[in-house]
């Protein structure tokens, strides 16, 4: 499978991801906390990508083509672990994230919160 975001879509990757378990009869680990585990354990291996970085440090490790691989690895293990996820729970992810978005529109509007994270009092 090659292509870009802007040719690919979710279900090819989920796809992808069904076909790599199927393989390697993973499926038979695959439940909902197993897979989360695993999910935030990539997650922390992508943070660590970062740690103790000062902010000028993770903008020149963002040009820099090793470092830019090592986190491009832990992001595509994060993404393979959320589509087993939804794999196993046979969840749509198209759907809950528009939803989530609208939810977060709805709770966040940008007109008040347009360049900050929070509300000042």
Same mark, same amino acid.
């Given at each position: ?8 879509a ?6 992808a991801? $069904?076909r790599?378990? #199927? ?8 439940? *909902?906390?197993? !897979?989360?585990?695993? /999910?935030c %354990? ?11 970085l ?13 470092? $830019?691989?090592?986190v #491009? ?8 672990? *959320?589509?087993? !996820?939804?794999?196993? /729970?046979? %969840? ?14 709805h ?10 994270? $929070?509300?000042?009092?």
């Amino acid at each position: 499978m090659t292509g870009s975001d802007n040719d690919t879509a979710i279900a090819e990757l989920r796809d992808a991801v $069904r076909r790599f378990v #199927a393989e390697r009869d993973w499926g038979q680990f695959h439940n *909902a906390k197993d !897979l989360s585990i695993s /999910l935030c %354990l990539e997650a922390a291996e992508l943070l660590e990508e970062f740690q103790w970085l000062r902010p000028e440090e993770v903008e020149a490790a963002s040009r820099d083509a090793q470092a $830019r691989a090592r986190v #491009a690895g832990e992001l595509a293990d994060v993404l393979i672990y *959320a589509f087993s !996820l939804a794999n196993a /729970l046979d %969840l749509d992810v198209a759907p809950a994230v528009r939803e989530k978005l609208a939810a977060s529109a709805h709770k966040y509007p940008a007109d008040r919160f347009r360049g900050r994270f $929070r509300l000042e009092e």
